[in-house]
């Protein structure tokens, strides 16, 4: 029975592992090319990237993994099903309390898995992305030049270009800049043959000093520029004047426990939901992969798909009402758990329970 049994969970592993990697595919390649677009427009720097997206996979493993073992859960099984497996299981005498029930074992690493990425591997990766992104957030200008590339930057509407920039990022080849003048009269132009960083030792105050260039200032339209050349010009670079950002997902656990605010409150109730998913999802799962082979092996797919949607959407509206104060927080999100154990409960054992309500009927009435 160990060697059935074992085999059962290796094809439900194999299958989770293999849903679970290409979903992981998917959604870190979109959330890659969002920040890859962001580095792109100068907001970012290019050599953080990966280690934000280093951070951010145990966020995307806690939501996948579940959604990973569902999936899994259904493709093996119903493609036992259809092979006539789960046939030859029941007549060598596996009920399907037994199936239910080692597959429950089975899925408890993936259940301890997602509590552990939850409750302390997330918060700890969201804490450093969140250091990462108020650390560029207060980045000079000139640390997020990039050669080769019109840089829009926002500390003061100015767009910067470099022809080349040396790996220390301590001077420029070939500089251009444009921006507006703050006094009113128009467009201002710096072009440069080079340029070097150089920090005022009293005042901290860093300035880009350009050399061997020319400034042009006026109007667009107009012939009336103003043309200063210049042997060497200090342009201040101004540094990020965004203030540092507090992610709630950075929180950790043990501050959300003993923090009043109800974002906080909501964001603790939804760190100890995403465990009890896998077990709710694993007995719906057992009972939705159940498949006639004239059916087909992708049959099943489409109304179980709908079912976890519809588990996922109403714990996220159930985590918004907890946040806005309306539901009480003993509730919680538990509602929302009881009403699909319910329904797991109903699919495996509600229809045996009819079958044999109908044969006590039947056999009274004849009696």
Not at 285 to 314: D, E, K
């Amino acid at each position: 029975m160990s060697i059935i049994f074992r085999y059962l969970n290796r094809q439900v592993i194999v299958s989770m592992l293999a849903v679970s990697g290409i979903l992981l595919m998917v959604f870190m390649s979109g959330r890659f090319i969002k920040y890859l677009a962001d580095a792109a427009a100068g907001e970012l720097a290019g050599d953080v990237l990966f280690k934000i997206m280093a951070y951010r996979f145990p966020g995307f493993l806690e939501l996948i993994l579940p959604l990973g073992l569902f999936i899994g859960i259904l493709l093996a099984y119903g493609r036992m099903y259809l092979e006539s497996e789960m046939t030859v299981l029941s007549a060598c005498g596996v009920s399907d309390k037994q199936l239910l029930g080692k597959t429950l074992i089975g899925s408890i690493p993936v259940m301890l898995t997602v509590g552990a990425m939850s409750l302390y591997v997330s918060p700890w990766g969201m804490k450093q992305v969140e250091a990462i992104f108020n650390e560029q957030r207060q980045a000079t200008e000139f640390e997020m030049l990039a050669p080769g590339r019109f840089q829009s930057l926002s500390s003061g509407g100015r767009v910067t270009y470099t022809e080349g920039l040396s790996q220390d990022k301590r001077r420029l080849e070939g500089v251009f800049i444009a921006e507006y003048s703050q006094d009113g009269k128009g467009l201002s132009i710096i072009t440069a043959r080079e340029g070097s960083q150089l920090v005022d030792d009293e005042t901290g105050s860093r300035f880009l000093v350009l050399e061997d260039g020319a400034r042009f200032e006026g109007v667009p339209g107009r012939l009336d520029y103003d043309v200063t050349g210049f042997d060497a010009y200090g342009l201040k670079i101004r540094s990020g004047n965004a203030r540092e950002k507090e992610l709630e997902e950075g929180l950790s656990t043990a501050d959300l426990m003993v923090s009043d605010n109800p974002a906080h409150r909501a964001m603790l109730h939804w760190r100890f939901t995403l465990p009890l998913i896998v077990p709710i999802v694993t007995l719906l799962a057992v009972r939705l992969s159940r498949v006639n082979p004239r059916q087909g092996r992708f049959f099943h797919l489409l109304p179980a798909m709908l079912v976890y949607i519809t588990y996922l959407g109403l714990l996220i509206v159930a985590r918004d009402a907890l946040e806005s104060e309306k539901v009480p927080e003993w509730i919680g999100l538990l509602w929302v758990h009881a009403i699909f154990l319910v329904l797991g409960l109903w699919l495996q054992f509600g229809p045996a329970w009819l079958y044999r309500r109908r044969l006590t009927r039947e056999g009274r009435s004849r009696a």
